[in-house]
């Protein structure tokens, strides 16, 4: 191609576009013109890539003039507005929402899974899966690929950011009510007689000193978006359409990080060892687990990390080959920002080879 390529980060006001921000200054002389778009809220905001300060743009067709790779973290229904203008006017554009992911038409990438799917787009359009399901699959797909994943079973202890700036903030304004008060409400642990109903957005209930079983809308049957996520998006990254998921998704008083508790079982036999083997040399997979030394992943220690980390793995007792462990992963990082700069890499190396 014979120059550097464009890039755009759309939604670059939000959280997930802070970290492109930084991930983008990064790597700064990979690319040509950064562009930085957002909402007509946000035009003529002054915001730093590393050294230089760029002027948001609001968002509009014009935006994606002169552009070869824009990266999407807006609004599901925003994106769905947006990407397919933008891929129409010959943008390679990497989408972080959840409209485009079950797309047949629409490859879904983790580098460390499926690099290959990167580079057939018929629509000119990749998916980034979700965050949940993204602290996962570095280290499914290792497993898979050694004692093939058959089932798993999957409980989730989602952070607050993974609802974005709202969420972030609401944590935020709700611990320092609380932190106001001597005593919590008439009874020590009265949390909703602190947090009333002005502090239930926008997680449905109070998040500060609780946690909340549901993460997403209501689907069918009881379940929720979040959840079926994890299966769907699980099954299309992995190639394994039959897998057997059961996941249930919960938010906890926690800023960045998403932890996950997993049961897993495999065609053939494994071990703790084996699993250790596989899982240290596994790409985006940290192995921590030293537990009696209390090493092992926690959300605290995953913010601004790159990959994903586990631990706390154990052979299953009552369960032939299966295994036990606990992942955690930032969920702004590997579970949104980073994968997609990491996909964008592999378009890039492609189109600069062209
Ligand atoms: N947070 C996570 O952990 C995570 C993980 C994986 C994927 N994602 C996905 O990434 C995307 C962004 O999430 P986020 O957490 O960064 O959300 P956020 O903090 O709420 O940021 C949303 C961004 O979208 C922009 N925006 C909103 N409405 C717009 C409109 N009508 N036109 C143009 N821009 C508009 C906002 O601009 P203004 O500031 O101008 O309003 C802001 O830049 C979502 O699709 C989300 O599902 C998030």
């Known amino acids: ?13 939000g959280v997930v576009g802070s970290i492109m921000r930084r991930l983008i200054a990064a790597e700064r002389g990979n690319w040509g013109e950064v562009r930085l778009v957002a909402s007509a809220r946000s035009a003529g905001k002054r915001l730093e890539v590393g050294d230089e300060v760029i002027t948001v743009r609001a968002l509009d067709a014009d935006v994606f003039d002169g552009i070869d790779i824009a990266h999407f973290d807006l609004p599901d229904e925003v994106s769905a507005e947006w990407v397919p203008v933008a891929a129409a006017k010959g943008v390679v554009v990497i989408d972080k929402s959840g409209h485009f992911r079950m797309d047949p038409e629409v490859p879904l990438v983790c580098r460390e899974a ?5 580079l057939v787009r018929p629509k000119g359009i990749i998916a980034n899966a979700n965050c949940t399901t993204l ?3 570095p280290t499914l797909a290792a497993l898979n690929a050694h004692f093939g994943l058959q089932s798993m079973s999957v409980a989730s202890y989602q952070a607050a950011s993974g609802s974005g700036k709202e969420g972030l903030e609401a944590l935020y304004a709700q611990s320092q009510k609380i932190a106001g008060v001597d005593r919590i409400g008439t009874e020590d642990g009265d949390v909703r007689a602190v947090l009333g109903e002005e502090f239930h957005a ?7 000193f609780n946690v909340v079983p549901k993460v997403g809308g209501w689907k069918e049957d009881g379940w929720t978006s979040e959840e079926l996520k994890v299966r ?12 057997k998921v059961a996941s249930t998704c919960v938010r906890v008083p926690v800023a960045v990080g998403h932890s996950q508790v997993v049961h897993a079982t495999f065609a053939n036999e494994v071990t703790v060892a084996e699993a250790h083997r596989v899982l240290g040399a596994a790409d985006g997979v940290e192995l921590v687990d030293d537990p009696e030394n209390m090493v092992f992943p926690m959300p605290i220690d995953s913010v601004g990390k790159g990959g994903t980390q ?19 992963a930032d969920n702004l990082m590997k579970g949104a920002a980073l994968n997609s700069i990491e996909t964008a890499d592999l378009v890039r190396r492609e189109l600069e080879a062209a």
Do not use: H, W, Y
């Open 202 to 208: 926008p997680f449905g209930a109070p998040l500060a």
């Open 232 to 243: 769907n998006e699980s099954r299309k990254i992995l190639g394994l359409p039959d897998l």
């Open 1 to 13: 191609m014979g120059r550097k390529l464009n890039v755009a980060i759309v939604g670059a006001t």
């Open 310 to 328: 586990v631990g706390r793995i154990r052979q299953s007792i009552d369960f032939p080959n299966s295994l036990e462990f606990f992942v955690v």
């Open 114 to 118: 499926n690099p290959e799917a990167a």
């Open 135 to 137: 602290a996962l699959i």
